[in-house]
């Protein structure tokens, strides 16, 4: 995103990281030039509830629960390598 600091004009531009655009179409006409400036895009920022990644946990926890059953089936059953 750029800026004139001579007349109202923004743009979004997108180009190379290593290009640094300083003229804006409008005023380089007029003679004015090096009027641009970059403008910082929005920083996106990410907060955490304090429920986040609970439904995860607690699938984690049952499907813990369950595989123990399951071995404790399997063993009862005498199946080898299980314990």
């Given at each position: 995103?750029?800026?004139?600091t001579?007349?109202?004009?923004?743009?979004?531009?997108?180009?190379?990281?290593?290009?640094?655009?300083?003229?804006?179409?409008?005023?380089?006409?007029?003679?004015?030039?090096?009027?641009?400036?970059?403008v910082?895009?929005?920083?996106?920022?990410?907060?955490?509830?304090?429920?986040?990644?609970?439904?995860?946990?607690?699938?984690?926890?049952?499907?813990?629960?369950?595989?123990?059953?399951y071995?404790?089936?399997?063993?009862?059953?005498?199946?080898?390598?299980?314990?």
């Amino acid at each position: 995103m750029y800026k004139c600091t001579n007349c109202p004009e923004v743009r979004e531009e997108f180009h190379s990281i290593k290009i640094i655009l300083t003229d804006c179409g409008d005023c380089i006409t007029n003679g004015v030039s090096g009027s641009l400036q970059r403008v910082p895009s929005q920083i996106l920022t990410i907060t955490s509830k304090s429920g986040d990644g609970k439904l995860v946990r607690d699938y984690i926890k049952d499907t813990k629960e369950d595989v123990k059953e399951y071995k404790k089936e399997l063993a009862s059953k005498g199946v080898p390598g299980v314990k």
